[in-house]
């Protein structure tokens, strides 16, 4: 009679899922002990979300920045499943998936990230566009595109939220619409960029600046409308004139984390202890977005990608300790910086001691983000398409 393996279910192949079960299949098992690995996503791509902007200019492709799981896993060991979590078992031990039978796990892993909420404002889910998601850097293309076909003088574009992934969308897309775009950052605080360090918000200042990118603070969203959005500022309310909203304010946790009976904070995020457990669930780890991680030091950490990369180290390594007998790591979060992109061939990088902006920071960020792609065999196909491209291009003008 053959021995059943014990089965580790990862839920959400994001920085957090894809890279613990890539290091989980790299650790020193036993053959006997070694356990099946089972990562599902709903999609067939993972995607680096960090270089997503990169897609509404064209300077990258989707094969670099999303590759399918299948070829990122092949080798590993790692079965990988597409298909929706849509409910689970806890007692149980069951994995509830769309259109495909019910999974059950010894060791479970939530990692299905966050969504972007587009309903706090009336009209913002009709008319405005998130961008989180491939799905959502193509309609935004598509809707570009037509509106670049379209015979109107100018193109006027709306930013809502002055974080992040607002600043950086506002500056690729300010460059990607050239003279006929009419660029607006709106954000409700007096300044762009609150949490990020002084240079970085700066550089990024300045780099709207360069773009004529309009800056609407202390300003909030009443409404959005299928072309118009209507502002408050200062307690006067104004409606004016868009050809595209882009919504970037804010992560929610999804209905099926919420719907979980775990011990979640005030704004529904899971409550994890520093190795990464559920509170009240020795068998179940979460990381990543939808999780509220304090790290061994009582640092709050981050919902970024940096954390989540981190933590999935420290997910794998405790999954493996849990597994053999030994105790497991508190996870102790670095924080090693930040980079933006700011345009097309610009950035700020600010960390350990540097700052950088312009090309530097532009070339630093992509060798970094390079070393950062999973496995050695995309960056590898990766950097090679990113030197060879120049001459490609020199060749075929
Ligand atoms: C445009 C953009 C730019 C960003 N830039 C940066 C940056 O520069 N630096 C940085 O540190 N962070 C950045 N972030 C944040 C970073 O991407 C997230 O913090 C990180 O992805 C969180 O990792 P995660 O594993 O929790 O979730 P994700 O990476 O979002 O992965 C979640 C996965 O779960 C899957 N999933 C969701 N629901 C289900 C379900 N029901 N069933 C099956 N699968 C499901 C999804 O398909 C997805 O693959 C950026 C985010 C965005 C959107």
Redesign the pocket.
Known sequence: MTEQLTRICI???????LYAALRLSQLPWEDAEKPEIVL????DR??F??L??ELVTGELQTWEIAPPFEELLEDTGIHFYQ???TGLDLDAQQIQLRERPELSYDKLVL????KTPVDSVPGAKDYALP??TLDDAYRLNERLRFLERSDRDKIRAAVIGGG??GVELACKLSDRLGERGRTRLIDRGEQILRSAPEFNRQTAQQALQERQVWLDLETTIESVGSETLSLMYKGQVDTIAVDVVLWTVGTQV?E?ARSLPLATNEDGLLQITPTLQASDRDEIFA????ADCRDATGQKVP????S?LQQADYCAWNLWASLAGRPLLPFRYQPLG??MALGKNNAALSGLGVNLDGTFAYLARRLIYLYRLPTLKHQLTVGLNWMTQPLVELFSE
Do not use: C, H
């Not at 599902?40 to 999609?43: R, T």
């Open positions: 839920l959400g192949g994001g920085f957090g899922g599902i996503d709903k999609n993972f995607l979300a960090p997503l902007y298909a929706e979590v990692a299905i990230g966050g961008f989180r992040y992934s999804s099926l990381l990543g977005d939808l919902a970024t990608a940096q989540a930040e980079m």
